[in-house]
């Protein structure tokens, strides 16, 4: 039989990482540079800072360590854009998001110097090839043509080898990220990237469907979390106007 999937879904607070943590079915929870569009708002990733993830890994470790289980997901912290451009930066800004509670840091693109560098330092390291945020803008399917596909696959065995502990093929095509999966030892994790990888990994507000103007093909909203927060809202509001919220048992007493 094949090995479990590896589950992975990002998160950025204390609050849903105990929840997740308690459900006992996700792997690993990924702080992601996405936080920059779910939580920022902005249109990239490309303005998140360090000192942001660092802030977030934190509160996400807060939320795992009050979970209560035993077995806790593994927490990857992402390094943002231009925190690793160099072995002596990677090494120091890895150091900086495992001392606030990382227990990986994921990279993108094709570092395997740097990854065999934070591998030497003993720092568990996720890579990140395909549609990489924060070198491709144009959110499109990567690996289409056969030179593309070389390259990615080469990519793939060199981060493998230089010894990346996990690797996330994000919106390529499932043959490319099948082909990848068996050439290499490292477990991959897709993201677009169809069923053959060895795990999945989906930005949690995308999974919990809060963003009703987002639907790309790979997606699938488990959860209709627009429509029940709206509800929510509603409710609370109507509530409130019709004092019927608080009632008598939301009420204190004088003694
Ligand atoms: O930043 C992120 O959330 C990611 C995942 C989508 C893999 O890189």
Same mark, same amino acid.
């Given at each position: 039989?094949? *090995?479990?999937?590896?589950?992975? =879904? ?10 997740? %943590? ?20 902005? #249109?990239?990733?490309?303005? =998140? ?11 996400? %470790? ?10 806790? &997901?593994?927490?990857?912290? #992402?390094?943002? =854009?231009?925190?690793?451009?160099? /072995?002596?930066?990677?090494?120091? !800004?890895?150091?900086?998001? /495992? ?29 990140? /090839? ?33 010894? =990346? ?6 919106? /390529? ?11 290499? *030892? ?25 963003? &009703?103007?987002? !639907? &790309? ?24 106007? %019709? ?13």
């Amino acid at each position: 039989m094949n *090995s479990p999937k590896h589950i992975m =879904v990002t998160c950025y607070d204390a609050t849903f990482a105990k929840l997740i %943590a308690e459900t006992g079915a996700v792997d690993s929870v990924l702080v992601g540079d996405s936080l920059g569009m779910v939580i920022q708002g902005h #249109d990239s990733t490309l303005s =998140v800072s360090m000192d942001q993830i660092r802030y977030h890994v934190a509160a996400v %470790a807060r939320g795992l360590h009050k979970a209560k289980v035993e077995k806790k &997901p593994l927490l990857i912290a #992402d390094m943002p =854009v231009d925190s690793y451009n160099t /072995i002596d930066s990677a090494i120091q !800004n890895a150091k900086s998001l /495992i001392s606030v509670g990382a227990e990986m840091v994921k990279v993108e693109g094709a570092v395997s110097d740097r990854v065999a560098a934070l591998k030497k330092e003993g720092i568990a390291v996720c890579g990140h /090839i395909g549609l990489t945020p924060q070198s491709i803008q144009d959110f499109k399917v990567q690996g289409k043509t056969e030179l593309e596909a070389q390259r990615l696959l080469r990519e793939a065995k060199d981060l493998s080898n230089a010894g =990346v502990d996990l690797l996330v093929l994000e919106m /390529i095509p499932s043959s490319l990220a099948k082909k990848i999966t068996e050439s290499i *030892s490292t477990p991959t994790v897709g993201i677009g990237a169809g069923v053959y990888t060895s795990g999945q990994v989906l930005v949690l507000y995308d999974l919990l469907g809060l963003n &009703p103007d987002f !639907n &790309p093909k790979f997606l699938k909203k488990f959860m209709n979390g627009a429509e029940s927060v709206s509800h929510a809202l509603k409710s609370y509001s109507d509530e409130v106007r %019709a004092e019927v919220y608080p009632s008598e048992k939301n009420s204190f007493k004088d003694v």
